[in-house]
Structure formats: structure tokens, C-alpha cells
């Protein structure tokens, strides 16, 4: 014979305290999905999806070879992040590369190395001139601070006609 006081955990009750036993399995179902997507948050930022990681980092490179680009797809304001343009020409020429587009609306440029031999205003961008090496490569490192939110449009072009064009998320 059964205890009468004996119940089933899963079944609601009145004694010794009123359950509902229905709505309990469903704050249990919520809280477990918002445990998943917690965690999936927190590995999707790990990855990088907020800032710097692999789902962030990016390569690019014209047809010819002669331009590529490294980048962070999405940035935080407030925060530093490198972008790397690589060059490719003659031996000891004078390179020369257009940076274009909504870019500088969002970002500030904080450093650049290595500085350029000289440089000039271009529509909404900047033109660098750089100097290549004897195996006719030359690179310029940028340090840019993003300081506003949402997608800006980034065109980088040489003289030669190579082009990429990419675009990064500022996050706020």
C-alpha cells in the first residue's frame, strides 16, 4: 500500500506547498535554452566575433598579388585595432596607394608605420606614397581607433590598379 503523503515530484500539489507543476517544467525549458545561448555567446565571443579572434580576422588580396589587406571585420568603439596593407612592385620604386571610402568617418588613424615619403588628401580618404624594398615590397602598418557605430566601406587602391574593397563593423 502507498504512503499518502508519498507524491510524484513531476505532478502538482497543494501540500505541503501549492505548485504548479506544469509552469515550473516550462520556467525550467527557459531557463535551459538561456543557458544555451549563454554559452554560445560566450564562445562566439571568444572566437571573435565581437572583436579581435578568427571570426574576425580577415585577409585580402587583388587578382595580381601586388595589394593585400589584413583586418578585423568588427571592432569595438573605443578600442585599437591593426590593419596591415602589403605592396608589391618594383625594387627600390616609389609605391603608391590610395586608402578610400566611408572609413575615416568611423575610424581615427593613431599610428602608421612605416611613414610614408609623402602623402596627400584623396576625396574622403588619403594617398601614401611608400618606399619599396629591393625585392619590391613595402608595407604599412595602421593603428586605427574606431569611434563610431555601425558598417563603414573601406577602398584600398594602387596606382597600377589594383583594388580591394572591404568593410568592418563597429560595434558599440
Known sequence: MSDP????DHRSRQFPVCEDMAFQHKVWRFERVGWYVLVLLV???????FSR?????RELHCSD???SVEYEAFHRNGSSNAVVIRLKGQPNAVLEVELGGDWL???EVQALQPPPLRSAGAGQGMTLWVQ??????ASLHLSLLGEGFGTY????A???GAVVSFNQFILP
Open 5 to 8: 503523503y508519498e507524491q510524484d
Open 43 to 49: 564562445i562566439l565571443t571568444l572566437l571573435g566575433l
Open 53 to 57: 579572434g578568427p571570426l574576425s580576422s
Open 65 to 67: 598579388g601586388s595589394l
Open 105 to 107: 568617418e568611423g575610424f
Open 132 to 137: 619599396a624594398d629591393k625585392q619590391g615590397q
Open 153 to 156: 566601406h573601406s577602398r584600398i
Open 158 to 160: 594602387t596606382a597600377g
